[in-house]
T-cell receptor, first 111, second 113 residues
């Protein structure tokens, strides 16, 4: 079973920020939070990851709560090409680095 | 340059046949994976190799046999194909260690008739 829970779907207006939440209440101290997205039937694409600090890259920002039990992926200015299924995954920092994908959030960016 | 490539992209075959899917990565990674995405879009890890050694082997029928001839290649051979094997198979690679993202290939859509 996935160790994360996400809303099944969300809509966002083009040009606005998309905030995608993820709950990972059973996360361990050595587990990272990763975000991937899958556009249509392409291979999943890495977006961002973090351990406990907030992170930002050219694609998105990741906000992790202080207790690390939840996080939010922020796409600052969503475009139509951001329409995809977004997956939040927790992965250990050592061992087999096994990803367990949940059902993700289907984000639809509306024109 | 394609980072993680898979061949073939589409594979249509009959029940009972044996088929192989190939994966190659040119990223210099030492860990490679096979995932299966079924018709309900659930994405599940099947196998992982680190430096040509099998490190993850999920509950997969032994008709599925991965082979890693070197760190840049991970192939998946499937014997006696069944209807339920129809799915999209994704290969991925990464550096070892938990602080490294995985790069996925474009997928191979397998249809068993």
């Amino acid at each position: 079973d996935a160790k994360t829970t996400q809303p099944p779907s969300m809509d966002c207006a083009e040009g606005r920020a998309a905030n995608l939440p993820c709950n990972h209440s059973t996360i361990s101290g050595n587990e990272y939070v990763y975000w991937y997205r899958q556009i249509h039937s392409q291979g999943p694409q890495y977006i961002i990851h973090g351990l406990k600090n907030n992170e930002t890259n050219e694609m998105a920002s990741l906000i992790i709560t202080e207790d690390r039990k939840s996080s939010t992926l922020i796409l600052p200015h969503a475009t139509l090409r951001d329409t995809a299924v977004y997956y939040c995954i927790v992965s250990p920092s050592s061992g087999t680095y096994k990803y367990i994908f949940g059902t993700g959030t289907r984000l639809k960016v509306l024109a | 340059d394609t980072a993680v490539s898979q061949t073939p992209k589409y594979l249509v075959t009959q029940m009972g046949n044996d088929k192989s899917i190939k994966c190659e990565q040119n990223l210099g990674h030492d860990t490679m994976y096979w995932y299966k995405q079924d018709s309900k879009k659930f994405l599940k890890i099947m196998f992982s190799y680190n430096n040509k050694e099998l490190i993850i082997n999920e509950t997969v029928p032994n008709r599925f046999s991965p082979k890693s001839p070197d760190k840049a290649h991970l192939n998946l051979h499937i014997n006696s194909l069944e209807l339920g094997d129809s799915a999209v198979y994704f290969c991925a690679s990464s550096l070892s260690g938990g602080n490294h993202e995985q790069y996925f290939g474009p997928g191979t859509r397998l249809t068993v008739t």
